[in-house]
C-alpha cells in the first residue's frame, strides 16, 4: 500500500503540470506513454522489445498518437491513416523476411494493439487541445468511476459482473460507480459547461462514457487473462503498467470524440 501511495503522489506530481501546461508537454507525454503500453503488449505477446516488429510497432502507433501539425511538412496524400497502413505493410513484409518466424497472427495482434492504443493517446491530446476543462472531464469520469465502483463493490457487492475475466468486480460496484461519476462530474460540468450541450444532455453522455470506461477496463482484463499475467507491465509499482492505468480512458476518450466533444 505504501509502495501504490507513493508512486500515485509521483505520477501526479508529474503529470498534472503536463495537463495544464498542454501544446508539446502533452503531446510528449501521449507519445511517450503509447509507445510504453504497445511495449507492453509486446510483452505480453513474448516479443523482443528490440526488434524489427517491435520498432515499426512502435513507429505505427506514434503515426497514430501525433496530431496532424506534426506531419504538416509531408505531401497531402501522407496523412495519418496512410502512414499507419505503411506501418501495417511493414509488419506484413516482416512475416515475409522472417519465414513465418513472425506470423500474420502475430502481426494482427500488435496492429490491433496499435489501433487500440494509439486512437485512444491520439483523442488524449485532442481533448486537451479542446480546452482543459475537457480533459478533466474525462479524467474524472475514470477515476469516479473506478474508485466509486471499488469502495461500493467491497460494501454492497455481491453479483460477480464478469466473472471469468475480472472476478472482483460486481454489478452493484459498477451501478453506483457510475451513478457516483454521474453525479460529480454533473456538478463539475456546472461550474465548466462544455458549450453546445444542455445539463440533460451532458448527464446522458455522463452515464455512457463511464459505462464505456467499465468495458475499457474489462477489455484489459480480458488481455491479461489470455496472456495470464497479473499486471500488464511494472512501469508504476504498485499499479502496474501504463495499460493497467490509462485501460478505461483508451476507450472514454474515442467515445468523446464520437458523441462530438471533441
Known amino acids: 500500500m505504501k509502495q501504490r501511495v507513493i508512486t500515485a ?13 498542454g501544446g508539446l508537454w502533452i503531446d510528449i507525454a ?22 524489427g516488429e517491435s520498432i515499426i510497432a512502435y513507429l505505427g502507433v506514434s503515426a497514430l498518437i501525433l496530431p496532424d501539425s506534426w506531419t504538416g511538412f509531408l505531401p497531402n ?25 513472425f506470423t500474420f497472427d502475430d502481426a494482427g495482434v500488435i496492429v490491433l494493439g496499435m489501433l487500440y492504443i494509439g486512437m485512444g493517446f491520439h483523442y488524449f491530446i485532442a481533448a486537451r487541445a479542446e480546452s482543459l476543462p475537457v480533459l478533466l472531464y474525462a479524467l474524472f469520469i475514470v477515476w469516479v468511476t473506478d474508485s466509486g465502483a471499488y ?13 471469468r475475466i475480472s472476478p472482483n468486480k460486481t454489478w452493484e460496484g459498477s451501478i453506483c460507480g457510475s451513478i457516483a461519476a ?3 462530474c454533473s456538478t463539475f460540468i456546472f461550474f465548466y459547461p ?11 453522455i455522463t ?11 474489462l477489455i484489459e482484463s480480458a488481455l491479461k487473462r ?32 464520437l458523441v462530438g466533444i471533441i
Request: aromatic share 10%; no cysteine.
Open 9 to 21: 503522489v509521483v505520477a501526479l506530481i508529474i503529470f498534472i503540470p503536463i495537463i495544464i501546461l
Open 30 to 51: 501521449a507519445l511517450v506513454l503509447g509507445i510504453v503500453a504497445v511495449s507492453e503488449i509486446l510483452v505480453m505477446k513474448k516479443r523482443i522489445l528490440v526488434s
Open 77 to 101: 496524400n501522407f496523412n495519418q491513416t496512410f502512414i499507419f497502413f505503411l506501418f501495417v505493410l511493414m509488419l506484413l513484409l516482416v512475416t515475409v523476411l522472417s519465414r513465418n518466424l
Open 151 to 163: 469502495i461500493f463493490g467491497r460494501l454492497f457487492g455481491k453479483r460477480k459482473l464478469a466473472p
Open 182 to 184: 454521474t453525479i460529480l
Open 194 to 204: 462544455i458549450p453546445g450541450y444542455s445539463m440533460i444532455e451532458m448527464i446522458m
Open 207 to 217: 452515464i455512457f462514457l463511464s459505462i464505456a470506461g467499465q468495458f475499457g477496463d
Open 226 to 257: 489470455y496472456y495470464d499475467v497479473k499486471d500488464s507491465g511494472k512501469i508504476l509499482p504498485g499499479h502496474g503498467g501504463i495499460l493497467d492505468r490509462f485501460d478505461s480512458l483508451l476507450l472514454v476518450l474515442p467515445m468523446l470524440h
